[in-house]
């Protein structure tokens, strides 16, 4: 059921089997998973999955190429509370390993907030990443395109880019490299360092010698209507046109509610084994927060291979299910 | 475009990118992966994916629990067709390794087939498997059933299968282990020889101490109406009453067309790399062929990994798109 500050105290008094972080495609493909084994589940989600953001996704086996993230995310959390799995909007601020559970300290609302613990026996971080945007005094007009045609996602988006004028967006020197694998789709790139950081003689003359153009002054703002970016306008007032945006400025990651638990790390991902398991032998990542692939379809496998995992973990300790059944065959 | 016995010949003189031996879930997930880095892609299907059988996919994000497996592979080749990927009805009969190409040698149509010999880059194995079903005197009987409450797949329908009076279908003595997690669901579990194997006395002895019964005389035939089977029918005229089976008669392996390539199998399970990428570096292997677990999400999963590590492969050996684009940024 969806937990509200009214009927959440109904479920501090138990240990839930998996409390699953974050309730984006990999949460909520774990969740749908974990109910049809019969193990207790809770998903507290924030808010913001980062295909909440995809306007379409265009590469999903089984949904046609305009659907929208948003709607996954939807459809999920739907079959999810068919399975009766509980869900709590709520922030995950810290979680404590008590060895046999972990207690995991939530806050729920943003004004005037309550606090609530929740246990569990299992823990699947699931609470992804978000992309970084270019700074800009008027946010809203970052906002206004990201996830349009202003992308985030070479592998989701490089076809929409085919062959069209399209402007990077870094953060540091080497942030603009995924231009020359951009470049398999276009030879129209522009990068842009917003003044923020220098590119140096070997760098600067890879992207001159590949045809790119180098642009570092400051961006004045983002232009376009309708949520479609048609250019850039400089400090100095010049426009430069372009057709697309990939901005490539890294994540933050959505992980600092494990930082009092050691666990293995490849820059800010999680280094799991194949079933999605990290260095903790009760706490799983899935998605984007894990080493691998940025792709709705494989955090969605994500999902159902650690509550796949978790469920053969229970089962052989258990040998058979815990509620109360009548024990003779027909 | 759809190839048809008329248009092939039109292609049989072009080197493809990837050759996707398979239509199914693994498939045609990574064909649209493929079409989407512009990389030239056929997908050989003979018909009849595992997945096409399954009456409701209850476990893949995105879409109700109640849509049937042939709905997400017809909306998956209409996706790859519409990113003018090419796709034709045929059965692989063998794969040559040529060195920097595969020949792969097809046959079109059953009565009076035609054969022809495509060539690519890659191959992904995406052939998958089919479950071998229970040997009665009258086949369509077992087929009324298979796919609807006569399950293949523990993890896909054990939830249905809860608190049920379930019967297991053997093939030979360790089959029969799947009980163990069955009870898992539900304590009301018969199992059946068919009378086809022996069953030894530890097995015995722990299936007995479980509560389970073995039923070792050959079936006559399943009962019930409406593909809803209702129990079984014994050569001595008994009849066990059941509300849903499960078929432990492992699978049929699709891969015969590698037989003249040396790869690494794990029974009948080709090995693979985390990106999916068999012992040889030009094969990819997807799906339930691979090694690893059989669902529809992780098949789609597997092939965008495939297809992103063969775009890398090809992206890193020629550095920019080979079509003639202009050459000059905006």
Redesign the interface.
């Known amino acids: 059921m969806q937990l509200t500050k009214q009927t959440l105290n109904q479920r501090t008094d138990q240990i839930y089997d998996v409390l699953v972080v974050g309730g984006g495609?990999a949460g909520?493909?774990a969740g749908?998973?974990l109910?049809?084994?019969?193990l207790s589940t809770l998903i507290i989600d924030k808010g913001k999955a980062r295909s909440h953001w995809m306007q379409e996704l265009?590469?999903?086996?089984?949904?046609?190429?305009d659907?929208p993230g948003r709607?996954?995310l939807k459809?999920?959390k739907a079959?999810y509370l068919?399975?009766d799995g509980d869900y709590l909007n709520a922030y995950v601020e810290e979680v404590m390993d008590e060895g046999e559970t972990f207690a995991v300290r939530v806050r729920i609302g943003r004004t005037n907030p309550t606090y609530a613990v929740f246990r569990s026996r299992y823990l699947i971080a699931a609470s992804g990443i978000i992309d970084h945007l270019p700074k800009l005094a008027d946010m809203q007009n970052v906002f206004d395109y990201a996830g349009h045609n202003l992308h985030v996602c070479l592998?989701c988006d490089?076809?929409e880019m085919?062959?069209q004028?399209v402007g990077v967006f870094g953060s540091h020197e080497s942030s603009l490299e995924v231009a020359f694998?951009l470049?398999?789709?276009?030879?129209?790139?522009?990068l842009f360092t917003n003044g923020e950081f220098e590119v140096g003689a070997e760098l600067r003359d890879r992207l001159t010698s590949n045809?790119?153009?180098l642009i570092e002054q400051p961006i004045k703002q983002f232009l376009g209507e309708n949520h479609q970016m048609t250019g850039v306008e400089l400090a100095d007032g010049s426009i430069v046109?372009l057709d697309a945006g990939l901005v490539s400025m890294g994540s933050k990651y959505h992980a600092g509610y494990l930082k009092n638990i050691d666990l293995e790390y490849q820059g800010g991902n999680l280094i799991t084994d194949?079933m999605n398991r990290t260095s903790h032998p009760r706490i799983f990542a899935v998605g984007d927060l894990k080493v691998?692939?940025n792709?709705v379809?494989?955090a969605?496998?994500?999902?159902?291979?650690a509550a796949?995992q978790i469920?053969r973990d229970i089962?052989r300790a258990e040998?058979?299910?815990r509620s109360p059944?009548?024990?003779?065959?027909?």
Chains 1, 2 share one sequence.
Request: a positive charge; charged letters at 15%; proline letters at 4%.
């Open positions: 495609a909520l493909s749908i998973y109910q049809r084994y019969l265009h590469n999903y086996l089984g949904l046609p190429p659907t709607d996954v459809q999920g079959h068919s399975l592998i490089g076809y085919r062959d004028r694998s470049s398999w789709f276009t030879p129209h790139i522009t045809g790119f153009t046109k194949k691998g692939m792709q379809v494989i969605a496998a994500d999902g159902a291979l796949t469920w089962r040998g058979t299910r059944i009548s024990v003779n065959a027909a």
